[in-house]
């Protein structure tokens, strides 16, 4: 049985992704599960939050593309901070509505890697995460 399916029976949740089409371990295997309680933060497009909030990020054409795994995962940040700088300071963002969805991941979630820069990380979404537990804030800079 390839290494993914296992990870994925072993946490005993699906993934919203298909992790095993990426032929690889998929979460890769330093993945951590979240604790519940730190908050992440992930950009809203639009007005109101749905699952399609939570699909894996277009890649940015300017930078090596990440490996078949990371594609299958969302960006989310560990600050405000981190989001602004990531997401809100790219030329194609500047005058948006800056929506932002706090999310307090727990383990039934999914699982996380700390990717790219500082305060990235990428969440690999479990099925069952229900989008209806995100804070939606408005927010000035």
């Known amino acids: 049985m390839p290494t993914n399916e296992c990870r994925e029976m072993s946490n005993g949740f699906a993934y919203f992704e298909d992790v095993a089409a990426t032929g690889m371990t998929c979460p890769h295997e330093d993945a951590f599960e979240p604790d519940g309680v730190k908050v992440y933060y992930r950009y809203i497009k639009g007005n109101a939050v749905s699952s399609d909030s939570f699909l894996p990020t277009a890649l940015n054409p300017a930078l090596p593309p990440p490996d078949a795994c990371i594609q299958k995962s969302v960006s ?16 194609h963002n500047k005058g948006k509505k800056k929506l932002i969805g706090l999310v307090k991941l727990s383990t039934a979630d999914g699982v996380l890697k700390r990717t ?3 305060g990235h990380h990428s969440w690999w979404r479990a099925r069952a995460f229900d989008v209806t537990t995100v804070i939606i804030q408005e927010i000035q800079l």
Not at 84 to 90: A, D, E, I, S, T
């Open 76 to 91: 989310v940040y560990d600050s405000l901070d981190g989001l602004q700088n990531g997401v809100f300071k790219l030329p």
């Open 116 to 118: 790219f820069g500082p």
